[in-house]
């Protein structure tokens, strides 16, 4: 994509003057090339010491972005509307915030579960009683 597409399809933010999310923009989506492709062109193991370095890079400058932004929400639906999922697959806030909803959902779900299993073992023991003596053993 040349830098006229990029202007042409930038979706601006109330949170930065255009240039400077212009910029940011470039600057991350940089970052995102550098972990794949290293300074010569030449394409990183996936398990190379330089891909989770610049994968630790990135992540940094995510972070840092979005102290930029009024709240991290704004910065999330902008990496959105400026076509930057890949972008923010690496915010490490928006992973944390999905590791505790299912953590919670999790909890829930066995909080569940073991309801569950209470009225079974109950239902159990009142058919153990009903049922005669010489049946029970």
């Given at each position: ?7 042409l399809?930038?979706k ?9 999310g ?17 300074d010569?062109?030449?394409k990183?193991?996936?398990?190379s010491?330089?891909?989770q ?10 972070l840092?972005?979005s102290?930029?932004?009024s709240?991290?929400e ?22 944390s915030?999905?590791i505790s ?6 909890r829930?779900?066995v ?20 049922l ?6």
């Amino acid at each position: 994509m040349s830098d006229l597409d990029d202007a042409l399809s930038y979706k601006s933010t109330p949170d930065l003057p255009d240039d400077e999310g212009k910029a940011l923009l470039a600057e991350l989506n940089k970052l995102c090339g550098a972990i794949d492709f290293d300074d010569n062109g030449r394409k990183r193991r996936r398990d190379s010491y330089e891909r989770q370095y610049a994968e630790t890079v990135l992540r940094k400058a995510v972070l840092d972005a979005s102290g930029r932004f009024s709240r991290h929400e704004n910065f999330t639906a902008w990496l959105c509307r400026n076509n930057c999922e890949h972008i923010e697959a690496f915010d490490t806030l928006r992973i944390s915030r999905d590791i505790s909803n299912e953590v919670f959902s999790l909890r829930q779900r066995v909080e569940m579960l073991e309801d569950q299993m209470k009225s079974g073992n109950d239902l159990l023991r009142k058919i153990v009683l009903l049922l005669p003596p010489e049946k029970a053993k």
